[in-house]
Every structure is written in C-alpha cells, then in structure tokens.
C-alpha cells in the first residue's frame, strides 16, 4: 500500500500539462462623449453607428498574458456626433503548455471572446447613463476574424501576428 495517496493531499501536478486559467479582468480605460447632449434636435432617433474593434496581447510574465479589447462605437445623426464612447477592457490569462500558435490563437481568439460580455455590458451601461436609448454591440466571431487575419497575413507574405 506503499503508492496510496494519504487523505488530504494534493495530486501530483503535470508541469507540462495545459492551463488556460482567467486570472483577473478589469476596464483599463473608458471614455463617453456627448458633445450635444441626449437632447439633440431630431424628430426620429435612427442614428448611423461606427464601431471599430481592436486586441492587443502582452506578456506579463512566465505563461501570464494581458490581454485587452478595445471597442470604439460612434453613433451619428446626419453630421452631429450624438455620442462617441470608447472601453478598453481587459483580461489577465495564465496560458501554460501550449504551443507558440495555439497560445497566438488562444490570445488572439479565445480571450477576446471572454472579455466580449463585459465590454458589451459597459459600453451599454454608458450609453444608458449618458441618456441615450439601450444599445447591445451585436455578437462577434473571434474565430473567424482570427483566421481572416491569418489568411490575409499568408496572402501577403508575412507570419501571422495576433
């Protein structure tokens, strides 16, 4: 009985085994402009929207990666900016025993399909608070614009960059 585990101790950890851990998330930076005010002079709210998406990954240290989405949403009646709102939210991962390509699509994939939610729900909370009627960011395929990315990369003659 000599390769018993005794009560209460913890099991051997692979060290090479893979981790894909959350380890905090948080708004990095936020920013909401209504140059006019929720009451601009319009008969119908039917505004025109502009919505730029950007991920950026860093390494914080051994298999820690920062990983931040950034969504810029601009809504447009006729040529007055109604509102211009901007989160940058944020994510730490503990990423360990994957390769160099599956951690890229990990960090340029997965995490911002984590982070999604809560940049949508701040960029909705600020609109509301600005006064302006309820407005979701649609869903987003993290996957597919990855690999649109890649393909664009190998089109062009360069590695893939997350």
Sequence with gaps: MADETPIGAAPAIDPNAQELVLQSIYIKDASFEAPLGPNLQVTEWNPQFGMNMNTTGTVLGENLH????????????????????????????????YSEDETRRIVASFCPGVLFPYVRQAISDLILKGGFPPFLLPPVNFDALYQQSVDQARQQGQPAIN
Excluded at 81 to 86: D, F, G, H, K, M
Aim: zero cysteines; glycine letters at 6%.
């Design 66 to 97: 920062e990983v931040v989405l950034t969504i810029t949403l601009e809504a447009k009646i006729t040529d007055k900016v109604a509102y211009l709102v901007e989160v940058k939210q944020a994510g730490v991962f503990l990423i360990r025993g």
